[in-house]
């Protein structure tokens, strides 16, 4: 199963664009990349998802280069309720198998 | 909407006893998932099913046990708690599909062991 590394903590200023990137070096063909996003307390929260090029929703946009070995979630114009722990997951297409969560990036977003 | 629902949002337990955290979910998934989070330590896998009445073991198995009769329903047991136990446990569920395999989680299931 592809592992993934993301930077631990991040820190932002309101209104201001943040982009979170995930290495996955050994992303398989039919992987899917996915990111969640997790407020203290409460359980992640699916954001976003995407085979290749981009993909953009009304929350972020997520990029992701013609190799594939890394991703990079984009949230726009952040504000103070953006900050989280993001987590991204590379996930076999229809698996059976086991899903891995990496350590996630802490985004703290300031005033 | 999907929802993932864990009956207990908070529990006190003593060490040694059995403890049950229910989870059910309602969009008719084939997968569903326990997972434990501790600070630094981030979502670590403790069991998954793919299927009534089957398991798999995930990354840190010892100390739990699971059970799905049914398929909206994966119980985690722990038979006889211990105060390394005391953690936030998640339950998710996801389907089979064709374009991506997303996981909805519950809100989680905040256990002391004292």
């Known amino acids: 199963l592809a592992k993934t590394t993301q930077p631990i903590s991040m820190d932002s200023y309101e209104g201001q664009e943040v982009n979170i990137t995930c290495s996955h070096n050994n992303i398989a063909t039919n992987d899917y990349i996915t990111w969640y996003q997790q407020f203290p307390s409460q359980g992640p929260r699916f954001i976003i998802q995407?085979?290749?090029t981009k993909v953009t929703n009304e929350v972020a946009s997520l990029f992701i280069p013609a190799d594939r070995k890394s991703s990079t979630l984009s949230l726009p114009r952040v504000s103070l309720s953006d900050t989280a722990v993001y987590y991204c997951?590379?996930?076999?297409?229809?698996?059976?198998?086991?899903?891995?969560f990496g350590q996630g990036t802490t985004l703290q977003v300031k005033p | 909407d999907v929802k993932v629902t864990q009956s207990s949002r908070y529990l006190v337990k003593r060490t040694g006893e059995k403890v049950f955290l229910e989870c059910v979910q309602d969009?008719?998934?084939?997968?569903m998932f326990w997972y434990r989070q501790d600070p630094g330590l981030g979502l670590r896998l403790i069991y998954f099913s793919y299927d009534v009445k089957m398991k798999e073991k995930g990354d840190i198995p010892e100390g739990y046990s699971v059970s799905r009769e049914k398929k909206e329903r994966f119980s985690l047991i722990l038979e006889s708690a211990s105060t390394n136990q005391t953690s936030m446990y998640l339950c998710?569920?996801?389907?089979?599909?064709?374009?991506?395999?997303?996981?909805?989680f519950g809100e989680g299931s905040w256990l002391t062991v004292v």
């Open positions: 969009m008719d998934h084939e997968n």
């Open positions: 997951l590379v996930a076999l297409s229809g698996n059976t198998g086991k899903l891995i």
């Open positions: 995407g085979y290749k």
């Open positions: 998710a569920s996801s389907t089979f599909g064709n374009s991506g395999n997303t996981i909805y």
